[in-house]
């Protein structure tokens, strides 16, 4: 969409990657399920050769992903993993990552199990401090990957000041901004060179696709992810673009009501005398509540709460007994999921890293949905006062 940059961000998510078909004008951006295109002549096409190498249904999903997160070039994968394992393949034995302490499970299993053995060095390091990251920095750092708010301690990182360690070195500073959306939070406005996001979450927000997505501003940063994509393969296919193109339509709303439930919620969770400790950036004793005040626009409905007696038996019987929130891994959708990390999402992270973090046994994490919030209270407070003693 041309001249979208002074719209507001619901009006561009509406409207973002999506023009009316040429040949019928349809409103929508059809479903070009093919495998290949007819050509004129040996090398007279137009402009689509092979749907791995391109396809107008997840190009255009990639050109609203650029534009709602205030870039120029997006791509669209099989996963968020594939996302991520593609930014990892610009790298060579022997360079070093920066990466966040607190990470999505499957990104930390990625770099332990796949690229360290590979000859990539990871050095895992408190985000929250830009201290610790230059004190981490050396000739080979090549890339910092960060998530803020972070999966699941809701940990949030000065973007703008990681960015300020990472452009005078050409080091690459990529941000998982999955748990925000580009709603919340724009990462390259504050000097991220790529932002990853599990399009599988609030993008897609109906639970039911799997996808990931790169963003960047920066055409030469692009070039080598877009050439990785093709050469790999792990596209994104035209029926699961088509369905996030149709979800990106109501982001923007499905994202206040998401805020909006999950402070509800979070502050009754505070108040609730079984309840220990809440994560939720929002509480103004929250460690990063000023960082994310002035980097966020809302603070989201992700929430993680630990049980009163921190006790993994009670948190286990807790997770299984509510009756809305669904028993599940992932997050981002229209309906409630809860979920224990440490046996769940997170069981993949050494148990001594999990307990340095704080990932404990009674550590829950919930994905607040767009349900009626009083429904949603009324349902954890059952479950609670069953199950937390």
């Known amino acids: 969409m041309n001249d979208s940059k002074n719209l507001g961000k619901g009006t561009r998510t509406v409207h973002a990657g999506v023009e009316p078909d040429a040949s019928t004008g349809a409103i929508m951006t059809p479903i070009f399920q093919t495998s290949t295109y007819v050509q004129e002549a040996v090398g007279v096409h137009k402009g689509w050769e092979y749907s791995r190498c391109h396809n107008p249904t997840r190009a255009a999903l ?19 993993l594939a996302a991520i394992d593609t930014v990892l393949k610009t790298l060579k034995p022997g360079d070093e990552v920066i990466a966040g302490q607190d990470l999505y499970g499957g990104t930390a299993r990625l770099f332990r199990t796949n690229y360290a053995p590979m000859g990539i060095v990871f050095h895992f390091v408190d985000t929250q401090e830009p201290a610790l990251v230059e004190a981490a920095i050396n000739d080979k750092t090549r890339l910092i990957w960060l998530e803020s708010p972070t999966n699941p301690l809701m940990q949030i990182t000065d973007i703008a ?3 300020a360690l990472t452009k ?14 580009p709603m919340l939070q724009r990462p390259l ?10 399009v599988t979450k609030y993008l897609g927000g109906h639970s039911d696709v799997v996808m990931g997505a790169l963003i960047t501003a920066d055409a030469a940063i692009d070039e080598p992810l ?40 979070a502050h009754w969770l505070k108040a609730n005398p079984r309840v220990a400790k809440v994560y939720w950036p929002g509480f103004e004793d929250h460690p ?41 891994e992932s997050l981002g959708g229209v309906e409630s999921l809860i979920e224990h990390p440490a046996a769940m999402t997170h069981a993949s992270v050494p148990a001594e890293i999990r307990a340095e973090l704080g990932i404990s046994d009674g550590f829950v994490r919930l994905s607040v949905g767009v349900e009626d919030a009083e429904d949603l209270i009324a349902d954890l407070d059952q479950a609670i006062n069953a199950t937390v003693h």
């Open 288 to 328: 990063g509540h000023d960082v994310a005040k002035r980097q966020m626009d809302d603070f989201g409905g992700m929430i993680a709460f630990v049980i009163k007696g921190d006790n993994l038996e009670q948190a286990k019987k807790l997770v299984a007994t509510t009756r809305l929130f669904a028993l599940a």
């Open 226 to 265: 877009r050439t990785i994509q093709n050469n790999c393969g792990a596209i994104a296919q035209p029926f699961d673009s088509f369905l996030v193109l149709r979800g990106l339509k109501t982001l923007h709303l499905r994202i206040e009501r998401h805020c909006a439930n999950g402070r509800k919620i």
């Open 161 to 163: 000041a990681i960015a």
């Open 62 to 80: 990639e050109a609203a992903f650029a534009e709602i997160e205030s870039g120029t070039h997006g791509l669209a994968f099989a996963s968020g």
């Open 189 to 198: 406005e504050h000097g991220a060179d790529i932002v990853m996001h599990s």
């Open 168 to 181: 005078p070195r050409g080091i690459l500073l990529a941000v998982d901004n999955t748990f925000a959306s």
